[in-house]
């Protein structure tokens, strides 16, 4: 599936690394998929609120499915969120640029769940 399908086909995004820097991409991304109607549910250990959106521990906190994952963290962290994600039964893992190697993607798919590596802010672009 294509990464312009992933935002045109689904509604419900979680988006891990969510910061309140404005600066930052865990702060862009998360403003650009509420710009273009999506619902988010920023992750963060950090904050109680991103984007006047309430922020989750982790993804078993959110009460309401979720479609896709948007790795905007470290990928040392992933690991925890993968499991969180098997266990939800989330299928898509969004990679933005320099979250992921060849070993993370490989785990992620062995896991039965597809990794889409783009750029969230490139990508809604075309919508």
């Known amino acids: 599936m294509k990464s312009i399908d992933i935002l045109r086909d689904f509604k419900n995004f979680a988006v ?3 910061t309140i820097d404005e600066e930052k991409y ?18 963060s250990p950090k904050y109680e609120e991103v984007n006047s959106l309430k922020a989750y521990k982790s993804l ?5 499915p979720i ?5 905007v963290i470290n990928k040392k962290f992933a690991s925890q969120y993968i499991a969180e994600m098997r266990e939800l039964g989330i299928g898509f893992a969004w990679m933005q640029p320099g979250t992921y190697d060849d070993n993370l993607i490989n785990d992620i798919q062995s896991l039965g769940i597809t990794p889409i590596k783009d750029c969230v802010l490139i990508v809604s672009k075309e919508l």
């Open 67 to 71: 479609d896709v994952v948007v790795f």
């Open 16 to 18: 891990l690394g969510a």
């Open 26 to 43: 865990g702060f862009k991304i998360v403003q650009r998929l509420c710009e273009i109607g999506k619902t988010v549910y920023p992750i």
């Open 60 to 64: 078993l906190a959110i009460e309401r």
